[in-house]
C-alpha cells in the first residue's frame, strides 16, 4: 500500500509532547471517522521536532483527505488551542523537506 | 505561511477607510492582498434591501447570514448579494432546493461554524447543504471564517474538508481558489471608475487616456 507523508506545522503556545500530539491526532479522527476510519488511515508519526514546532506524519494513500479533514477539527489540547497547519504532503519523507520548485 | 493569496475581513463602517489602510498595510507585508467584505444579518426583507441600497457600493464583498426564509428568499434572489451563508448551528434554517433555484451568487461555508460546534449534527447539515449545492450545481466559497489566527487552516486542508462533506475534488478545488478569486474580481471591476455597466468598459474619453 502507498503513503502519503504530511509536514504539520503545530501552532501551539505551550510545550507539545509527541505523545499529546499524537493521541489529538488519533482522538479527531476516531471521533470524526470511527474505529473503521482509524484503521483504514493508519496513522503513524514519522517524526516531531517540538523546538521547530514540526512534525511529519504518514497515512494510506487513499485516505489523504481524511486525515488533512482530521487535523483540520483539531482545535484544542487539554484546553489550550492549537492549530495544526498542512504545509506539505508529499509521497516520500526525503521530498517533503526539499524546497519547492 | 499558510498559502493564500487575498484575505476578505470584515470591517464595522464606521472605521472601514482607517481599519483597511492598516490592515492592509500589514497584509501587504506578507504579500496578502486585502479585501473588504461586510456580513448582513438581517431580522426582515426590508431591513436586508435597505443595508443593500447602503452598503453595496462600499465593500468589495457583500455576504448575508440567512437567519430566517424571508430574508434566504431574497438574498438568494438579489444580484447584490456575493455569498449568502447558512449557520449549520442552526436548527430553523437550512438551505433547502428552493433557496439553491433562485441563487444567484455563491452559497458559502465557513469552516469555523464547524470548528466551534454548537450541536452535534452541525457536520451532518454541512453535509445536506453541500448535497443541495451539487446537485443544483450552486456555485460554493469555503472559507475560514476565522476570529483568531488559531483558526486559520491551510487551503489545502479547507479542500479536504469539501471533499468530506461531499463535494467533488474539483469542486472543492474551485471553492477554496477559483469561485472566491473570480467573486473579488468582478466586483474590484465594478467598483473601478472606468466600470459603467455589465459589457460597457471606458476604455478612454477626448483628451484623456
Redesign the interface.
Known sequence: MSKRYFMV?V?FEKQLTEQRLIEAMATSIAK?FGEVGMASINLRLIRYDPERAEAVVACEKST???L??A???V?EVDGV???L???R?SGTIKSLSKPKK | ???YRSVALTIPTAILNEYLKASAQCFDQVGLETVSRIDLACSNRYELLKLLRRFRSQYDVVSVKCTNQNVAAIACRDRRVDVVFFDPNNRNMKFTHTLARLLNGALELN?SF???RESGDA?NKAMRQMAVAREHRVKVVLSSGCT???????P??????G??LGLSEAQSAEAVSSVPYSIIQSNKERRSPLYIEEGVRLVGRNGLK
Open positions: 506545522r501552532i470524526h489523504t483527505d481524511q488533512l479533514t487535523l483540520t477539527f482545535r488551542p492549537i492549530s497547519l498542512v504545509v504532503i | 505561511m499558510a498559502g469552516l464547524l470548528l466551534i457536520l483568531s489566527p488559531k483558526m486559520v487552516r491551510t489545502m486542508q479547507t479542500k479536504a474538508v471533499v468530506t
